[in-house]
């Protein structure tokens, strides 16, 4: 080795302010603050865990590349009280690089993202790169989603929030369904995060045989206990044909209806008289 070239082997560990790294060889070169190492490599800092074959880092900028890697992130995510769906607390992803390019930003290559993080996800999104922020969002390019394994849908891109807000304002992900009555559906949605006690989706689907529906729905929460939801739904339904098990059609009619819906509860307080 030289001046500038140090070799470390067997079980290392370094320590760098808040940053952990444990390889079975590193090399490290103090004039660039480049390293590079091998052999069950784990690198952590803050809530932030990545485990990888290789690994070429920079200790000055904290920025490197992980080959074949795994890793975690937490998002420190906490149910409030009285409020609505909570996102899940930690965010898996892996890849065949997984270059880290700011303080909580990855960029995965060849590699999948989801916030499932069970051994064996229920749902995880694979794409050719994931651009990760911790605490903001997952923006996804040529993705496929899966559910338990199995292919469901394509997006060539893809927006996940992963904020610590819980929800954020989006197009939800499309749902797709088939009936012998309406034929082929696709439902689409936006959600609007009003903010932390307050929220809207707007919603169209489509049937392949009837028509198209289309509707709103409000929520809202300002105390535990204290909640309400108001929905409004319209569907606009063509003249069609359905056919029974035993061969016969019945003919259906054009029709429109409506729909308004709606719920609320009051807490009143244990001091009421």
């Known amino acids: 080795m030289s001046e500038f070239h140090w070799k470390l082997t067997d079980r290392v560990e370094i320590n760098n302010k808040d940053m952990q790294l444990l ?19 784990v690198f952590s800092q803050a809530n932030q865990r990545v ?7 920079n200790v000055d900028t904290k920025t490197g590349t992980f080959y074949n890697a795994y890793g975690t992130m937490a998002l420190g995510v906490e149910r409030k009280p009285g409020m609505f769906g909570t996102q899940e607390p930690d965010v ?8 880290k390019i700011g303080p909580t930003r990855y960029k995965v290559t060849k590699g999948a993202f989801t916030t499932c993080v069970q051994p064996s996800p229920r749902w995880q999104l694979t794409s050719s790169t994931v651009i990760l922020s911790l605490d903001e969002y997952a923006f996804l390019t040529n993705s496929l989603l899966k559910v338990k394994g199995v292919p469901v849908f394509y997006f060539p891109i893809f927006y996940y929030p992963i904020n610590d807000e819980d929800r954020a304002t989006g197009f939800l992900i499309p749902q797709y369904g088939a009936s012998t009555f309406r034929g082929q559906t696709l439902s689409n949605a936006f959600f609007w995060a009003i903010n932390r006690s307050h929220d809207a989706t707007v919603m169209h689907d489509w049937f392949s045989k009837t028509g198209q529906g289309m509707g709103a729905e409000y929520r809202y929460v300002v105390a535990p206990g204290s909640e309400g939801n108001l929905r409004t739904y319209f569907l606009d339904e063509h003249q069609t044909t359905v056919q029974n098990p035993d061969g016969s059609v019945i003919p259906q009619p054009a029709r429109q209806s409506y729909e308004i819906r709606g719920a609320a509860n009051q807490g009143l307080g244990r001091h009421l008289r």
Do not use: R
């Open 23 to 41: 390889a079975e060889t590193v090399d490290y070169f103090s004039d660039t603050k480049q390293l590079k190492a091998s052999g069950n490599v």
């Open 92 to 99: 898996m992803f892996y890849g065949a690089t997984v270059e």
């Open 51 to 57: 485990s990888a074959d290789n690994i070429d880092f």
